[in-house]
């Protein structure tokens, strides 16, 4: 593998989107032990549940489209069930060298996601082709963990891996997907506001092309000014947020690339209702600032029973140039 500085930049955003239509979407007890922000269900039956889900996943369907942005939206399978397949970046990321990459998931349950007939749909629907398949699958085995573009926040640009060390983010297979995609690992810990672990990286951090959105709070005192700088060496604009964003989403959203008639090459910012409500107005200008469009889609079902959001349910597909 050439060094990370012989290597050319690469386009930051993607303008293609792999969603999973979920057929068995509901709480999921194994990661609630590692994911504090998921909520019990009260009343309602797992049937309902999952047809809200597929209800709020089309509203975002539509908003993405309506934007300019491809979506290869694939149905999940009833068996096994599989209640968290409604976000596919976990086990599955599309670069554009043509390489697809599998990752080791943390809960046994979610290791059945992982279905070559979804990858073989991407490439039908949107045209990548497949020329190698990096499978990280086997650290399973021992227990190590990299759950996707959940556990790597990615200055494509630059060629930096971000990742805040969890239960689902082990800092040896976040060395072994740098060393084979070629970036520069950037690793840190990070914690809630009761001391437990970020179970991932993109609940509380966003890179688009011209910012980076930081809960900074969150992360470890001893580690924070090395990220900070990190990222402030990029050249963009850095926006913090603390741990009541975090805790609404406000961290866990996803710029794309599309094209309009009027503005040409364009930048849409992807989150739920919820992040952009708890977002302070300063903070949201200076994000508005940074892109053209704001899509916030509410997705309240996802984001209380499975404790993730919109940029969780949306794996970029990276065309080659």
Not at 128 to 135: A, I, M
């Given at each position: 593998?050439?060094?990370?500085?012989?290597?050319?930049?690469?386009?930051?955003?993607?303008?293609?989107?792999?969603?999973?239509?979920?057929?068995?979407?509901?709480?999921?007890?194994?990661?609630?032990?590692?994911?504090?922000?998921?909520?019990?269900?009260?009343?309602?039956?797992p049937r309902e549940h999952n047809?809200?889900?597929?209800?709020?996943?089309?509203?975002?369907?539509?908003?993405?489209?309506?934007?300019?942005?491809?979506?290869?939206?694939?149905?999940?399978t009833p068996v096994p069930p599989k209640p968290d397949a409604i976000f596919p970046n976990n086990w599955v990321s599309f670069h554009p060298d043509g390489t697809v990459v599998l990752y080791p998931m943390h809960t046994e349950n979610r290791r059945s996601e992982r279905r070559q007939e979804v990858v073989?749909?991407?490439?039908?629907?949107?045209?990548?082709?497949?020329?190698?398949?990096?499978?990280?699958?086997?650290?399973e085995r021992e227990g190590r963990c990299l759950e996707g573009t959940g556990s790597l926040v990615l200055d494509h640009a630059n060629r930096i891996a971000?990742?805040?060390?969890?239960?689902?983010?082990?800092?040896?297979?976040?060395?072994?997907?740098?060393?084979?995609?070629?970036?520069?690992?950037?690793?840190?810990?990070?914690?809630?506001?009761?001391?437990?672990?970020?179970y991932h990286t993109n609940v509380l951090m966003c890179i688009g092309e011209r910012f980076a959105l930081i809960g900074a709070e969150a992360i470890a005192p001893a580690d924070r000014p090395?990220?900070?700088?990190?990222?402030?060496?990029?050249?963009?604009?850095?926006?913090?947020?603390?741990?009541?964003?975090?805790?609404?989403?406000?961290?866990?959203?996803?710029?794309?690339?599309?094209?309009d008639e009027a503005l040409g090459d364009c930048r849409v910012l992807a989150m739920s209702a919820s992040a952009r409500n708890a977002l302070k107005?300063?903070?949201?200008?200076?994000?508005?600032?940074?892109?053209?469009?704001?899509?916030?889609?509410?997705?309240?079902?996802?984001e209380k029973l499975s404790g993730g959001s919109v940029r969780c349910m949306l794996a970029e597909i990276f065309l080659p140039a």
């Open positions: 593998m050439p060094e990370v500085t012989d290597l050319p930049p690469r386009q930051q955003c993607a303008s293609a989107v792999l969603m999973i239509r979920p057929a068995a979407f509901d709480y999921n007890p194994q990661t609630a032990v590692t994911n504090s922000l998921q909520q019990r269900p009260e009343g309602s039956a047809e809200r889900a597929r209800a709020e996943l089309q509203h975002l369907v539509s908003g993405l489209e309506s934007e300019g942005i491809l979506v290869c939206a694939v149905e999940d073989e749909s991407v490439a039908a629907r949107s045209g990548f082709r497949v020329s190698r398949v990096l499978d990280l699958s086997h650290h971000y990742a805040s060390a969890s239960p689902r983010t082990h800092p040896e297979v976040v060395a072994e997907w740098s060393r084979e995609m070629g970036y520069e690992p950037v690793v840190f810990q990070a914690a809630d506001r009761a001391g437990a672990p970020v090395r990220v900070l700088e990190r990222l402030r060496a990029s050249g963009r604009e850095i926006v913090e947020i603390g741990h009541d964003e975090i805790e609404h989403f406000a961290g866990n959203m996803l710029e794309l690339a599309s094209w107005p300063e903070a949201f200008a200076r994000l508005s600032a940074c892109t053209d469009s704001v899509l916030a889609a509410p997705v309240p079902t996802i």
